[in-house]
């Protein structure tokens, strides 16, 4: 049974959850170069005290790292390699468009908590944390993260966050791609109810080489809808109007035509090797990180 | 052309008229529907796949019930306004419509096979078809009287309904009467103001148009004026002549008459172009007597004669005659006809006189004692107790009064010889003297016979009658012989006596005639017609809805009369004792019979005998006053209807928008 998320007044973070997520870290599929020394080892060798293995030297190689107790023993010249530690580009997309204030609790709550969460593994791993609203705006308002210490500050950022202005999902990513030149590990938490698509949006993420997850947040309402009688639907973002009579055909083709939309959004970023996970605002997001994320290889 | 004829009158034309817009009201605001705001209406569209089609077309979908119900609406609209064409509109706008209903019009050769009057009934429903918004209409159903079965009015249902009541009647035909109601209001009637000695008009003239729907066997009117009426003859039936044989006469002699022979003739007609050989057979109380196979000539007739001697033995009852023609032809009425032999009948008279040996000797004839039972009464009888009920319970036929007068009429006929009668009615003047008969009515059935101009008379009275009496010998002052009626009875009255008693007492003769042949002759006939003498004669019949005085064989309270169908009806007499049937519509024999009888008293026929209906070639021509119509048998142009048509649309709509009302659920 899906326990039930947190509700919106709630603190984004629990100590019990912090406690949880102390005890993970992000995982990147690919070998990204940290601009800073983290406390991760990289697939990358490099400098550290943790040993990955030994290799010839060839002239030109550092002495320092020449295993001298070898070289006395077999005579030959064989140089230590260790696991590089550097920091991780961590970046967490929140779509902030007027849909996402639906839901109990709200989908932007929801998308806040989960990126608090992400962040908050991110930091525990001084990795470099940077949560952004999609709002399209030039220039980004969000602060880097980093270190434990970053909690309070990003928590109370993530608070601030809101919906704003529609801005079609594409044009913030274009807009985001456009600032974060960096690679690294990307997190875009939407409901993709975006009626100009996700393609372009999802494709701009790929083009930056970075490694892309997706979590697709749907409310209950939205997964299964309870509404009767003739109504006029009206778009929260858009205004445009959808007039229905209800009827149990209605709702199981509607119901068809969500899981068609899923399944082929998945399609879609299994294609690209974007990792999709889609998720209900009734499932808690330790349960999500702990179990669906873990599963999905973004934690560990 | 009339494309449009309305069922409706204005109101409810308005109250329909709002329907469409009740529906337009009512369904926007049915379709007031609740706003719901949801994150997107994105998969929404998609499942409802409406964004992707015009949006004219999806304006239009989005309404589609408003529209098959305003649709719906629209169709019973024009259901209402009842659309057809190919009718001419009639010019005018009064219209008499008169249908024949008389016998000859249940003739069945029409080209549909129905009968003359179906089809003329469908004629004029036709005609009314054609009439425009506003016309109005009357109309007169006539055989030998009209009816007027509907007064003008502008409502054509009511009109067509009224058509399709008229019913078969077997009546003759005679136009005159309905003409005269038709031009009622057309040439309304003038009258002399007596200040100015000038004749006015009462109302101002509507005139009309006159259909006349007949197979033209109607007596010709020369004296009718149409003034304002247009008249349009539409013959019905064909005018090929059709094949009909039918009986146009059908009578029973009289032995006594006859040289004690019982017979009974009949005459058949053939109005067709072709000779035609019929059986005839002759039925006596239902059993067949006798049969015939005779040859009609083409456009004559012919005679039959059966011989019924064997029926005069036991010849106690009325006997019913009925002879049919065999052959079925396309006018089946007159192929039956009815007649009866009665019983012979002896009579009862009354000879009042002081002495008259003439009298005595003439009835004591075998010729008169065969015929009636002659009393003799002296002049005191009369205001005696015996002679006060004789005379009022109907004992006697005739009484003759010879030289006397009672107080009273008795119920009875009378002969006043010499006297005058008791009351106002009749007058009689002072002897004058002498006589000279200058004229006799010789075409009377009581002066058959009776040669006067070789008679003398010395002394005779003027006469003058009540109203509707008739003289039978005129002297040189005036009549000085009448018959008047009194009821069902008859008053003759002979202003000279045929002796007369001087101031000596002694008998004078007054008159020779009582020397000459045509007083045995005359006493004979008045012993018959007056004294209703002994015969076998057919009873008082008549034609369909004539009106029958008849006189039973006792003065009866009450009798009860069996029609041609078997309905009984009761009968109450008039004060003079004698009945009148009115209700004779049918042809056949109406029984008599009172309550207190076993047996019939009397059985009347009823016979059209009317060679004029017999004879049904239609005529092609129809002549009224001065003006000849000549009418061509063509069907009237039937509008057609599209009415039906409309509605199984509007039926078709209705399923419609019941399946997408039902799938719009539960989609």
């Given at each position: 049974?899906?326990?039930?998320?947190?509700?919106?007044?709630?603190?984004?973070?629990?100590?019990?959850?912090?406690?949880?997520?102390?005890?993970?870290?992000?995982?990147?599929?690919?070998?990204?170069?940290?601009?800073?020394?983290?406390?991760?080892?990289?697939?990358?060798?490099?400098?550290?005290?943790?040993?990955?293995?030994?290799?010839?030297?060839?002239?030109?190689?550092?002495?320092?790292?020449?295993?001298?107790?070898?070289?006395?023993?077999?005579?030959?010249?064989?140089?230590?390699?260790?696991?590089?530690?550097?920091?991780?580009?961590?970046?967490?997309?929140?779509?902030?468009?007027?849909?996402?204030?639906?839901?109990?609790?709200?989908?932007?709550?929801?998308?806040?908590?989960?990126?608090?969460?992400?962040?908050?593994?991110?930091?525990?791993?001084?990795?470099?944390?940077?949560?952004?609203?999609?709002?399209?705006?030039?220039?980004?308002?969000?602060?880097?993260?980093?270190?434990?210490?970053?909690?309070?500050?990003?928590?109370?950022?993530?608070?601030?966050?809101?919906?704003?202005?529609?801005?079609?999902?594409?044009?913030?990513?274009?807009?985001?791609?456009?600032?974060?030149?960096?690679?690294?590990?990307?997190?875009?938490?939407?409901?993709?109810?975006?009626?100009?698509?996700?393609?372009?949006?999802?494709?701009?993420?790929?083009?930056?080489?970075?490694?892309?997850?997706?979590?697709?947040?749907?409310?209950?309402?939205?997964?299964?809808?309870?509404?009767?009688?003739?109504?006029?639907?009206?778009?929260?973002?858009?205004?445009?109007?959808?007039?229905?009579?209800?009827?149990?055909?209605?709702?199981?083709?509607?119901?068809?035509?969500?899981?068609?939309?899923?399944?082929?959004?998945?399609?879609?970023?299994?294609?690209?090797?974007?990792?999709?996970?889609?998720?209900?605002?009734?499932?808690?997001?330790?349960?999500?990180?702990?179990?669906?994320?873990?599963?999905?290889?973004?934690?560990? | 052309?009339?494309?449009?004829?309305?069922?409706?009158?204005?109101?409810?034309?308005?109250?329909?008229?709002?329907?469409?817009?009740?529906?337009?009201?009512?369904?926007?605001l049915k379709l007031r529907r609740t706003p719901v705001e949801v994150p997107s209406t994105f998969l929404w569209t998609k499942a409802l796949e409406d964004l992707h089609v015009n949006s004219l077309w999806q304006r239009l979908r989005r309404n589609l019930l408003m529209f098959l119900q305003l649709l719906l609406a629209l169709l019973l609209l024009i259901s209402c306004l009842r659309p057809g064409c190919q009718g001419t509109q009639l010019q005018g706008t009064r219209f008499v419509f008169l249908v024949d209903q008389s016998a000859s019009m249940s003739a069945t050769d029409t080209t549909s096979g129905q009968s003359r009057l179906d089809f003329a009934k469908d004629e004029a429903i036709k005609t009314i078809d054609r009439m425009k918004k506003g016309d109005s209409a009357m109309v007169i159903a006539f055989s030998d009287v009209s009816r007027t079965i509907q007064s003008y009015t502008t409502n054509g249902s009511l009109l067509k309904n009224k058509i399709r009541s008229i019913r078969q009647t077997q009546r003759s035909s005679d136009i005159i009467e309905a003409l005269n109601a038709a031009s009622g209001l057309a040439n309304p009637g003038r009258t002399s103001d007596r200040a100015s000695g000038r004749d006015v008009q009462v109302a101002e003239s509507k005139p009309a148009t006159m259909f006349i729907f007949s197979d033209g066997a109607v007596k010709e009117v020369p004296e009718f004026f149409l003034g304002n009426l247009t008249p349009e003859y539409r013959p019905i039936g064909s005018f090929e002549p059709p094949n009909n044989v039918g009986i146009i006469a059908l009578s029973v002699s009289d032995p006594i008459e006859n040289d004690s022979q019982l017979q009974c003739y009949a005459r058949l007609f053939n109005?067709?172009?072709?000779?035609?050989?019929?059986?005839?057979?002759?039925?006596?109380?239902?059993?067949?007597?006798?049969?015939?196979?005779?040859?009609?000539?083409?456009?004559?007739?012919?005679?039959?004669?059966?011989?019924?001697?064997?029926?005069?033995?036991?010849?106690?009852?009325?006997?019913?005659?009925?002879?049919?023609?065999?052959?079925?032809?396309?006018?089946?009425?007159?192929?039956?006809?009815?007649?009866?032999?009665?019983?012979?009948?002896?009579?009862?008279?009354?000879?009042?006189?002081?002495?008259?040996?003439?009298?005595?000797?003439?009835?004591?004839?075998?010729?008169?004692?065969?015929?009636?039972?002659?009393?003799?009464?002296?002049?005191?009888?009369?205001?005696?107790?015996?002679?006060?009920?004789?005379?009022?319970?109907?004992?006697?036929?005739?009484?003759?009064?010879?030289?006397?007068?009672?107080?009273?009429?008795?119920?009875?006929?009378?002969?006043?010889?010499?006297?005058?009668?008791?009351?106002?009615?009749?007058?009689?003047?002072?002897?004058?003297?002498?006589?000279?008969?200058?004229?006799?009515?010789?075409?009377?059935?009581?002066?058959?016979?009776?040669?006067?101009?070789?008679?003398?008379?010395?002394?005779?009275?003027?006469?003058?009658?009540?109203?509707?009496?008739?003289?039978?010998?005129?002297?040189?002052?005036?009549?000085?012989?009448?018959?008047?009626?009194?009821?069902?009875?008859?008053?003759?009255?002979?202003?000279?006596?045929?002796?007369?008693?001087?101031?000596?007492?002694?008998?004078?003769?007054?008159?020779?005639?009582?020397?000459?042949?045509?007083?045995?002759?005359?006493?004979?006939?008045?012993?018959?017609?007056?004294?209703?003498?002994?015969?076998?004669?057919?009873?008082?019949?008549?034609?369909?809805?004539?009106?029958?005085?008849?006189?039973?064989?006792?003065?009866?309270?009450?009798?009860?009369?069996?029609?041609?169908?078997?309905?009984?009806?009761?009968?109450?007499?008039?004060?003079?004792?004698?009945?009148?049937?009115?209700?004779?519509?049918?042809?056949?024999?109406?029984?008599?019979?009172?309550?207190?009888?076993?047996?019939?008293?009397?059985?009347?026929?009823?016979?059209?005998?009317?060679?004029?209906?017999?004879?049904?070639?239609?005529?092609?021509?129809?002549?009224?006053?001065?003006?000849?119509?000549?009418?061509?048998?063509?069907?009237?142009?039937?509008?057609?209807?599209?009415?039906?048509?409309?509605?199984?649309?509007?039926?078709?709509?209705?399923?419609?928008?019941?399946?997408?009302?039902?799938?719009?659920?539960?989609?």
């Amino acid at each position: 049974m899906i326990e039930t998320a947190t509700l919106a007044d709630e603190p984004l973070l629990s100590p019990a959850l912090l406690a949880q997520l102390e005890r993970m870290e992000l995982v990147s599929r690919k070998i990204f170069r940290g601009r800073m020394k983290g406390e991760r080892r990289s697939k990358r060798k490099g400098q550290s005290v943790e040993f990955a293995d030994f290799r010839n030297y060839v002239p030109g190689d550092d002495l320092r790292f020449i295993d001298w107790n070898l070289y006395a023993r077999l005579d030959k010249l064989l140089l230590k390699l260790f696991l590089e530690e550097e920091d991780l580009h961590f970046y967490s997309l929140i779509d902030v468009s007027e849909s996402m204030r639906f839901g109990t609790p709200t989908k932007l709550h929801y998308a806040k908590q989960l990126a608090a969460s992400l962040g908050y593994i991110g930091l525990c791993r001084s990795d470099r944390v940077k949560i952004e609203a999609l709002d399209g705006a030039a220039a980004s308002g969000a602060p880097v993260f980093r270190g434990k210490r970053s909690l309070g500050r990003m928590v109370d950022y993530v608070q601030s966050i809101d919906t704003s202005a529609n801005v079609p999902l594409a044009d913030a990513v274009k807009a985001f791609c456009l600032r974060n030149r960096g690679k690294g590990i990307l997190v875009l938490i939407s409901d993709l109810m975006d009626k100009t698509g996700y393609d372009a949006a999802l494709k701009f993420l790929v083009a930056q080489n970075m490694d892309v997850y997706v979590i697709h947040v749907l409310s209950q309402e939205e997964i299964d809808p309870e509404i009767l009688g003739d109504l006029k639907l009206v778009d929260c973002e858009d205004h445009d109007t959808a007039e229905i009579s209800v009827s149990q055909r209605l709702i199981d083709r509607y119901r068809a035509t969500l899981a068609a939309y899923i399944e082929q959004t998945r399609d879609f970023c299994q294609r690209r090797g974007i990792v999709y996970t889609m998720t209900s605002t009734e499932r808690s997001v330790d349960r999500l990180v702990s179990r669906y994320l873990r599963h999905q290889g973004l934690v560990r | 052309m009339n494309w449009f004829d309305s069922a409706l009158a204005g109101p409810q034309w308005l109250l329909l008229g709002l329907v469409p817009v009740a529906i337009f009201l009512l369904y926007f605001l049915k379709l007031r529907r609740t706003p719901v705001e949801v994150p997107s209406t994105f998969l929404w569209t998609k499942a409802l796949e409406d964004l992707h089609v015009n949006s004219l077309w999806q304006r239009l979908r989005r309404n589609l019930l408003m529209f098959l119900q305003l649709l719906l609406a629209l169709l019973l609209l024009i259901s209402c306004l009842r659309p057809g064409c190919q009718g001419t509109q009639l010019q005018g706008t009064r219209f008499v419509f008169l249908v024949d209903q008389s016998a000859s019009m249940s003739a069945t050769d029409t080209t549909s096979g129905q009968s003359r009057l179906d089809f003329a009934k469908d004629e004029a429903i036709k005609t009314i078809d054609r009439m425009k918004k506003g016309d109005s209409a009357m109309v007169i159903a006539f055989s030998d009287v009209s009816r007027t079965i509907q007064s003008y009015t502008t409502n054509g249902s009511l009109l067509k309904n009224k058509i399709r009541s008229i019913r078969q009647t077997q009546r003759s035909s005679d136009i005159i009467e309905a003409l005269n109601a038709a031009s009622g209001l057309a040439n309304p009637g003038r009258t002399s103001d007596r200040a100015s000695g000038r004749d006015v008009q009462v109302a101002e003239s509507k005139p009309a148009t006159m259909f006349i729907f007949s197979d033209g066997a109607v007596k010709e009117v020369p004296e009718f004026f149409l003034g304002n009426l247009t008249p349009e003859y539409r013959p019905i039936g064909s005018f090929e002549p059709p094949n009909n044989v039918g009986i146009i006469a059908l009578s029973v002699s009289d032995p006594i008459e006859n040289d004690s022979q019982l017979q009974c003739y009949a005459r058949l007609f053939n109005s067709d172009d072709q000779d035609h050989s019929v059986k005839v057979t002759l039925n006596v109380e239902g059993d067949i007597f006798d049969a015939q196979s005779v040859d009609v000539p083409r456009n004559g007739a012919v005679g039959l004669v059966f011989d019924l001697n064997s029926l005069l033995s036991g010849l106690d009852q009325p006997r019913r005659i009925h002879l049919v023609i065999e052959d079925d032809d396309v006018y089946m009425q007159d192929n039956e006809a009815w007649s009866v032999i009665n019983p012979p009948r002896e009579s009862n008279v009354l000879i009042i006189s002081a002495g008259n040996e003439y009298l005595d000797l003439v009835t004591e004839t075998s010729r008169i004692t065969e015929v009636a039972n002659v009393f003799r009464e002296d002049v005191g009888f009369v205001g005696s107790e015996k002679y006060e009920e004789q005379t009022t319970l109907g004992f006697y036929d005739l009484v003759i009064f010879d030289g006397c007068a009672p107080d009273k009429m008795p119920l009875c006929n009378t002969v006043f010889w010499g006297s005058a009668p008791p009351g106002e009615d009749w007058k009689v003047a002072k002897v004058t003297e002498p006589t000279s008969i200058i004229d006799t009515n010789a075409s009377h059935p009581l002066m058959l016979a009776s040669q006067m101009t070789n008679v003398n008379v010395l002394k005779s009275s003027v006469i003058e009658g009540p109203k509707g009496s008739v003289s039978l010998v005129d002297a040189s002052d005036g009549s000085i012989m009448r018959l008047g009626t009194r009821g069902g009875f008859q008053d003759l009255v002979i202003g000279f006596a045929m002796q007369t008693i001087t101031e000596d007492d002694e008998v004078a003769i007054n008159t020779d005639w009582m020397t000459k042949l045509s007083f045995p002759i005359f006493i004979q006939n008045t012993m018959m017609i007056l004294g209703n003498g002994k015969n076998y004669q057919a009873s008082v019949g008549g034609q369909p809805g004539e009106l029958l005085k008849f006189r039973t064989s006792l003065p009866f309270d009450t009798v009860n009369v069996i029609g041609p169908e078997g309905r009984k009806t009761k009968l109450l007499p008039r004060p003079d004792k004698t009945f009148v049937l009115n209700d004779t519509s049918r042809s056949g024999l109406y029984a008599i019979q009172a309550p207190v009888q076993d047996s019939v008293d009397i059985v009347l026929p009823v016979n059209l005998f009317d060679r004029n209906e017999s004879n049904v070639v239609v005529r092609d021509k129809m002549t009224l006053g001065y003006k000849e119509l000549a009418g061509e048998i063509a069907s009237e142009p039937t509008r057609q209807q599209y009415w039906m048509w409309f509605l199984l649309l509007a039926l078709v709509i209705l399923v419609l928008e019941w399946y997408i009302f039902n799938k719009r659920i539960l989609l």
